[in-house]
Nanobody
């Protein structure tokens, strides 16, 4: 599965962005999707995950209450709505997928990865 992450950009603190993860040439139906991010000089970290059916979501403590995952299988897209953004949210955001997967937080659980989209939050 080839994934494409999009929607990144520059936003002021307190603002919002919506990231999208789309599968190219294949459906995302029945795939769990996770979002991870990597800030300069830091390790990649889990942000949010949604299981293959969309019934279960899981968020890191740092984004809980601010970020919301949703999936639209008809549009072949999983979206990450990011509100009340903070400068510490600045990172390259990656989406990943795993067939029949849960809302995993471990990167090793995901088989397919997109190329990343840059989110920059200015103070």
């Amino acid at each position: 599965v080839q994934l494409q992450a999009s929607g990144g950009g520059l936003v002021q603190a307190g603002g919002s962005l919506r990231l999208s993860c789309t599968a190219l040439e294949r459906t995302l139906r029945n795939y769990a999707v996770g979002w991870f991010r990597q800030a300069p000089g830091k390790e990649r970290e889990f942000v949010a995950g949604i299981n293959w059916s969309g019934e279960s979501t899981y968020y890191s403590d740092s984004v809980k209450g601010r970020f919301t995952l949703s999936r639209d299988d008809a549009k072949n897209t999983v979206s990450l709505e990011m509100n009340n953004l903070k400068p510490e949210d600045t990172a390259v955001y990656y989406c990943a997928a795993d067939r029949w997967g849960g809302s995993y937080s471990a990167a090793s659980e995901y088989q397919y990865w997109g190329q990343g989209t840059l989110v920059t939050v200015s103070s």
